[in-house]
Antibody, heavy 115, light 110 residues
Framework: QLVESGGGLVQPGGSLRLSCAAS????????MNWVRQAPGKGLEWLSY????????NYADSLKDRFTISRDNAKMSLHLQMNSLRVEDTAVYYC??????????WGQGTMVTVSS | FILTQPHSVSESPGKTVTISCTRS????????VQWYQQRPGSSPAAVIY?????PSGVPDRFSGSIDGSSNSASLTISGLRAEDEADYYC??????????FGGGTKLTVL
């Protein structure tokens, strides 16, 4: 099970740190991702990190504003989001699995960027 | 590249429906294609991975295929049930391991 937290209302230009707590899975064995979904829109992949945390990948659209990290000892995944824009408003999902199989999805956390 | 799906499809219960996913550039067979189901108010869940493999618990009414001639992937659902009504997304990735999702298809079971 994956449970996201840290979402909420933030002003444009602000920062937010999302977290994802894993339970009931061998967290350290999973590659992890963040995927978001704007209201009424489709899915957008944001970032990926290998099981060890040594390799990370990001969508080009993020332009270095977001940083993914993980703590295998604490079975947690994080997404640091800076310079937030109105268009970053979305539900953010934590997802376990590689790019050929997004196996386990969290319930999502809502991020609203608005003044 | 982009993955193009029909915006919506509809079919009656018990029938078979196919949802297409066309890759704009590069060969569809180069990278695996996955399919995700998202019921209203729920998180997505995989129904097909690696072109045609079903995750545990997904009924064999769901199947996936690849067609090189049309450069597209397809998700076929047979014996349609009301519970199949959902949004369906295809997904693949590029040579840099950047993930791409299709725009999604809304399936209505009439």
């Amino acid at each position: 099970q994956l449970v996201e937290s840290g979402g909420g209302l933030v002003q444009p230009g602000g920062s937010l740190r999302l977290s994802c707590a894993a339970s009931g899975v061998t967290f350290r064995g999973f590659e992890m991702n963040w995927v978001r979904q704007a209201p009424g829109k489709g899915l957008e992949w944001l970032s990926y990190v290998t099981s060890s945390g040594t390799t990370k990948n990001y969508a080009d659209s993020l332009k270095d504003r977001f940083t993914i990290s993980r703590d295998n000892a604490k079975m947690s995944l994080h997404l640091q989001m800076n310079s937030l824009r109105v268009e970053d408003t979305a539900v953010y999902y934590c997802v376990a699995g590689g790019i050929t199989h997004f196996d386990v999805w969290g319930q999502g956390t809502m991020v609203t960027v608005s003044s | 590249f982009i993955l193009t799906q029909p915006h919506s499809v509809s079919e009656s219960p018990g029938k078979t429906v196919t949802i297409s996913c066309t890759r704009s550039s590069g060969r569809i067979a180069t990278n695996y294609v996955q399919w995700y189901q998202q019921r209203p108010g729920s998180s997505p869940a995989a129904v097909i991975y690696e072109d045609n493999r079903r995750p545990s618990g997904v009924p064999d009414r769901f199947s996936g295929s690849i067609d090189g001639s049309s450069n597209s992937a397809s998700l076929t659902i047979s014996g349609l049930r009301a519970e199949d009504e959902a949004d369906y997304y295809c997904q693949s990735y590029d040579s840099s391991s950047h993930v791409v999702f299709g725009g999604g298809t809304k399936l209505t079971v009439l």
